[in-house]
């Protein structure tokens, strides 16, 4: 039954993101709201296909924004259910080798994702720049600082880029804690495990007024945050988070 769940799942895959993704190339001509809402359809439908369920707990605070949304890192499917169950609208910051890819590069240029070149710092840190402007201007972005997603679910350190960004525009990080996502398709393996994935929206974390020298203390805090609503095998021991040279975290893998 796995596998041909597993396959079942890539067909469809494949099928709704060459229909929807087109869907909202032309939708988006029209209306940018169009490519946000064919996005959540697609997360929902892929959801659907590979038997996955998603709880959300912590919707109370999503009231205001816009925010920088900060999650941990365990699959592909974490894309899929952020996409069709979180009830906000926001972008991503996309490696920009995804944005290459036909339709669904021209679908996430289109829904105003912004892609970030992780082999060239300067363009990295113009990209950067112009989020923080969009974030400003009242559009949230949703971002990985552990740059790659975790083989096992155990959280990893994290990159600096998003505290940056944080910083440039002065708006709050929502924190957010992925449960039991790696379980659904282990990172070296194709076969699916359909399961449910669980959604913890923490309360947000003021950036305004920090500085480089808060901006460790800052990282910290918003990873502590999301270690707090994991299971203790996803949290891992309570170690410092990374200070290693500062990186831009994408989706789906990567930072520089």
Not at 79 to 99: C, D, Q, R, V
Request: proline residues 5%; hydrophobic residues 45%.
């Amino acid at each position: 039954m796995r596998v041909l769940r597993s396959v079942f799942f890539y067909i469809f895959f494949v099928l709704s993101t060459l229909i929807l993704g087109s869907l909202a190339v032309i939708g988006s001509f029209v209306s940018r709201g169009w490519a946000t809402s064919t996005a959540r359809l697609w997360g929902n439908v892929n959801l659907w296909a590979a038997g996955v369920k998603v709880s959300l707990t912590g919707t109370q605070n999503l009231s205001g924004g816009p925010y920088i949304l900060v999650s941990n890192h365990q699959g592909w499917f974490d894309i899929f259910a952020a996409l069709g169950k979180l009830p906000i609208t926001f972008s991503w910051l996309a490696k920009e080798e995804l944005f290459k890819v036909p339709v669904l590069g021209h679908a996430m240029a289109r829904a105003g994702y912004v892609p970030i070149d992780r082999g060239d710092r300067r363009k990295a840190i113009a990209s950067m720049n112009k989020v923080a402007d969009v974030v400003r201007k009242g559009t949230s972005v949703y971002v990985f600082p552990e740059g790659t997603r975790s083989a096992d679910g155990v959280i990893r350190e994290f990159k600096k880029g998003v505290f940056i960004l944080a910083v440039k525009s002065g708006q709050p990080i929502l924190p957010i804690s992925i449960s039991g996502s790696y379980r659904i398709l282990p990172k070296n393996s194709w076969l699916i495990h359909p399961g449910e994935i669980r959604f913890s929206i923490g309360a947000p974390i003021q950036s305004a007024g920090a500085d480089a020298k808060s901006r460790d203390c800052l990282l910290e805090e918003v990873r502590e945050a999301i270690r707090a609503n994991l299971t203790s095998e996803e949290a891992g021991s309570d170690r410092k988070a990374s200070m290693d040279t500062p990186g831009v975290p994408s989706q789906n893998g990567g930072s520089i």
